[in-house]
């Protein structure tokens, strides 16, 4: 297929379609407008669902119940947006509901502004919600990979029956840039995958035969039901950490002098710093995290070079990806953070200049 | 030997975990009763809420979702969009469909969302040991209105079946009330209807129960009942607010 030029927000729309999701239910936020105008468009002409919900709570719980039917559902939203919604994924999370959520990151905290920003980090690895959980967090940075990371999404929620959460940010909602999509599942694919989940699901018994009594549930009112509960989803988590941790290398070598982590919008920049620096005769490595979670701790520890004197982390927020990084780092080489906020986007120079002092 | 009376289909046999006298079980039951009448065992599912039928999905046996607080008709809608085969209803509370829920109700009624929504009112929160509801009645002691519940501060009880009959989408809307024998079977009606109607894919149907609450209203439940026909049924009316079936808009 073709390039075609376009919106982050529309691309990201358009790839969950062709994954097969055929029910969508979000409340408009800037800067995500688009996806959710895009799904309002284009789901009747696949016989799909879009529906505009009357909160972002609605919205999850509405995910809620239709990923508890077992098909493939999608919903979207910025910061604020997100923040509503995390009763509803902590829910999701416990009762291990298959499911996709995109948060195009804003400015915050409270209203903020709806310029990009990095600052929910936290919210999306740590927690958000309630209770000992955790979300497969997808971290792109380009339309590109933001679209291809809609059909991965919705693989890894299957697998593992859990929520997925695609991180990016207002720059990558916004920006046009050439796109490639995956084909487009057929009617029988789509048909099949929307009752893979039937042994557990909400679904018909098939030969109006009585047969099952499914319960989509996260109350274990017996402590000691709930512990196993939870220590069963760890043990899926221990799994997720085993088999999916996505990582990006970025002119690391044994010549680097400083290593730098960065991820989504603001990792676009350092790559720009370092290909700088790299006609200056300055050699700096980058490690982009794609999966936020699970973490490439271990592939960090791995990339500090030997000449390596310093780890650099960029984020456009206060720091909060720079804890994880200290983590990998273990004080093997000092780690030192650079991020700008409000919505405002650091530049390459900004960068080239913080990095080149570590000559 | 002849079965005259048996437990339906529709029941699972884990025992209520209901208060004596409590009339929760009745309502289970003409549902339960109401779904095997019309068939609909193998494409019923249904949403429990938070309260104290959290533990309904334990008692259906057919596929059930447990919700948050408030959010039933949210997840209907997502299950129901999902599946639209398959037939789905909420069962909740007061404080869960009149207090928290309140915008997810009113949407799904406005949507005509084809479900149905059984409501049970018995003017009191009582999983969490009888605090004030919003359909707590004027003067109405509870653990957190002790000196009665005072309608210049906090405002009269909210009547959810007048208010849902003001929107235009809804199909059929019905209080009644758990009271008496006579009053079940005319309940029987309702559920039987909102669940036809249902089955039919007329769209969205409400039934409120006019419920009591002898643990943590402190009366015994003969009393209760009284109590509730003194007190609640002249400020909750019960009667068809809407059923489109039948001509009454």
Same mark, same amino acid.
């Given at each position: 297929?073709?390039?075609?030029?376009?919106?982050?927000?529309?691309?990201?729309?358009?790839?969950?379609?062709?994954?097969?999701?055929?029910?969508?239910?979000?409340?408009?936020?800037?800067?995500?407008?688009?996806?959710?105008?895009?799904?309002?468009?284009?789901?009747?002409?696949?016989?799909?669902?879009?529906?505009?919900?009357?909160?972002?709570?609605?919205?999850?719980?509405?995910?809620?119940?239709?990923?508890?039917?077992?098909?493939?559902?999608?919903?979207?939203?910025?910061?604020?947006?997100?923040?509503?919604?995390?009763?509803?994924?902590?829910?999701?999370?416990?009762?291990?509901?298959?499911?996709?959520?995109?948060?195009?990151?804003?400015?915050?905290?409270?209203?903020?502004?709806?310029?990009?920003?990095?600052?929910?980090?936290?919210?999306?690895?740590?927690?958000?919600?309630?209770?000992?959980?955790?979300?497969?967090?997808?971290?792109?940075?380009?339309?590109?990979?933001?679209?291809?990371?809609?059909?991965?999404?919705?693989?890894?929620?299957?697998?593992?029956?859990?929520?997925?959460?695609?991180?990016?940010?207002?720059?990558?909602?916004?920006?046009?840039?050439?796109?490639?999509?995956?084909?487009?599942?057929?009617?029988?694919?789509?048909?099949?995958?929307?009752?893979?989940?039937?042994?557990?699901?909400?679904?018909?018994?098939?030969?109006?035969?009585?047969?099952?009594?499914?319960?989509?549930?996260?109350?274990?009112?017996?402590?000691?039901?709930?512990?196993?509960?939870?220590?069963?989803?760890?043990?899926?988590?221990?799994?997720?950490?085993?088999?999916?941790?996505?990582?990006?290398?970025?002119?690391?070598?044994?010549?680097?002098?400083?290593?730098?982590?960065?991820?989504?919008?603001?990792?676009?920049?350092?790559?720009?710093?370092?290909?700088?620096?790299?006609?200056?005769?300055?050699?700096?490595?980058?490690?982009?995290?794609?999966?936020?979670?699970?973490?490439?701790?271990?592939?960090?520890?791995?990339?500090?070079?030997?000449?390596?004197?310093?780890?650099?982390?960029?984020?456009?927020?206060?720091?909060?990806?720079?804890?994880?990084?200290?983590?990998?780092?273990?004080?093997?080489?000092?780690?030192?953070?650079?991020?700008?906020?409000?919505?405002?986007?650091?530049?390459?120079?900004?960068?080239?200049?913080?990095?080149?002092?570590?000559? | 030997?002849?079965?005259?009376?048996?437990?339906?289909?529709?029941?699972?046999?884990?025992?209520?975990?209901?208060?004596?006298?409590?009339?929760?079980?009745?309502?289970?039951?003409?549902?339960?009763?109401?779904?095997?009448?019309?068939?609909?065992?193998?494409?019923?599912?249904?949403?429990?809420?938070?309260?104290?039928?959290?533990?309904?999905?334990?008692?259906?046996?057919?596929?059930?979702?447990?919700?948050?607080?408030?959010?039933?008709?949210?997840?209907?809608?997502?299950?129901?969009?999902?599946?639209?085969?398959?037939?789905?209803?909420?069962?909740?509370?007061?404080?869960?469909?009149?207090?928290?829920?309140?915008?997810?109700?009113?949407?799904?009624?406005?949507?005509? =969302?084809? #479900? /149905?929504?059984?409501?049970? %009112?018995?003017? !009191?929160?009582?999983?969490?040991?009888?605090?004030? $509801?919003?359909?707590?009645?004027?003067?109405?002691?509870?653990?957190?209105?002790?000196?009665?519940?005072?309608?210049?501060?906090?405002?009269?009880?909210?009547?959810?079946?007048?208010?849902?009959?003001?929107?235009?989408?809804?199909?059929?809307?019905?209080?009644?009330?758990?009271?008496?024998?006579?009053?079940?079977?005319?309940?029987?009606?309702?559920?039987?209807?909102?669940?036809?109607?249902?089955?039919?894919?007329?769209?969205?149907?409400?039934? =409120?129960? #006019? /419920?009591?609450?002898?643990? %943590?209203?402190? !009366?015994?439940?003969?009393?209760?009942?009284?109590? $509730?026909?003194?007190?609640?049924?002249?400020?909750?009316?019960?009667?068809?607010?809407?059923?489109?079936?039948?001509?009454?808009?």
């Amino acid at each position: 297929m073709a390039k075609v030029l376009m919106k982050g927000n529309e691309a990201v729309a358009e790839a969950a379609i062709r994954a097969g999701c055929r029910l969508y239910f979000a409340y408009p936020i800037t800067p995500q407008s688009e996806l959710i105008e895009y799904m309002a468009k284009m789901m009747p002409t696949v016989n799909g669902c879009f529906l505009q919900a009357e909160s972002e709570v609605a919205a999850i719980n509405m995910v809620y119940g239709a990923g508890g039917a077992g098909k493939r559902v999608m919903t979207s939203s910025s910061s604020p947006g997100i923040s509503l919604k995390q009763e509803g994924i902590s829910y999701c999370a416990g009762a291990e509901i298959p499911c996709v959520i995109v948060n195009v990151q804003r400015g915050g905290p409270g209203l903020g502004d709806i310029q990009p920003g990095q600052a929910d980090y936290f919210q999306a690895v740590k927690g958000g919600g309630h209770g000992d959980y955790q979300l497969i967090v997808l971290a792109p940075s380009s339309v590109q990979e933001f679209a291809d990371m809609a059909s991965d999404a919705f693989d890894l929620a299957d697998k593992y029956r859990n929520p997925v959460l695609i991180l990016a940010d207002g720059m990558l909602g916004q920006m046009m840039e050439p796109v490639e999509f995956k084909p487009k599942k057929t009617d029988e694919e789509i048909a099949i995958l929307g009752e893979q989940h039937n042994s557990w699901c909400i679904c018909p018994n098939q030969d109006g035969d009585k047969k099952h009594h499914h319960e989509i549930n996260s109350l274990e009112i017996d402590p000691l039901v709930l512990e196993k509960h939870v220590i069963k989803l760890y043990e899926k988590y221990a799994i997720v950490e085993k088999n999916e941790i996505r990582y990006e290398e970025y002119n690391v070598s044994d010549d680097n002098e400083v290593l730098c982590v960065s991820f989504g919008t603001a990792s676009r920049i350092v790559k720009s710093a370092i290909d700088e620096l790299k006609g200056k005769g300055k050699s700096v490595g980058l490690i982009r995290p794609i999966t936020l979670w699970p973490y490439p701790y271990e592939q960090i520890k791995a990339a500090i070079g030997p000449k390596v004197k310093k780890v650099y982390v960029f984020e456009l927020n206060m720091g909060q990806m720079v804890d994880d990084v200290k983590i990998a780092v273990n004080g093997k080489v000092p780690v030192d953070f650079f991020g700008k906020v409000g919505g405002i986007v650091f530049t390459p120079a900004e960068v080239e200049e913080k990095l080149e002092k570590c000559f | 030997m002849e079965v005259i009376a048996k437990r339906p289909e529709s029941l699972t046999k884990t025992p209520f975990t209901y208060c004596p006298g409590c009339l929760h079980g009745v309502a289970h039951r003409l549902i339960a009763e109401t779904i095997d009448e019309l068939g609909l065992v193998n494409s019923m599912a249904g949403v429990a809420p938070v309260g104290c039928s959290v533990f309904a999905y334990k008692f259906f046996n057919f596929d059930m979702a447990q919700a948050a607080h408030g959010r039933a008709p949210a997840v209907a809608t997502g299950m129901k969009r999902a599946r639209p085969d398959m037939h789905v209803f909420t069962y909740q509370g007061d404080g869960d469909l009149a207090a928290i829920g309140t915008a997810e109700i009113i949407h799904s009624a406005n949507r005509g =969302e084809h #479900i /149905s929504v059984f409501f049970v %009112n018995n003017a !009191i929160y009582g999983m969490t040991g009888g605090q004030m $509801a919003p359909t707590t009645l004027p003067e109405m002691k509870t653990s957190t209105s002790p000196y009665g519940r005072k309608v210049d501060d906090i405002g009269y009880p909210i009547r959810a079946a007048e208010l849902l009959a003001t929107l235009v989408a809804p199909y059929y809307i019905e209080r009644v009330s758990l009271l008496s024998p006579a009053e079940i079977i005319k309940a029987k009606k309702a559920v039987l209807k909102a669940l036809t109607y249902n089955k039919e894919g007329r769209g969205f149907t409400f039934v =409120e129960f #006019i /419920s009591t609450c002898p643990t %943590n209203w402190g !009366i015994d439940p003969v009393k209760s009942k009284e109590w $509730a026909r003194e007190n609640m049924l002249p400020f909750f009316k019960p009667g068809c607010y809407r059923d489109k079936g039948e001509g009454v808009e």
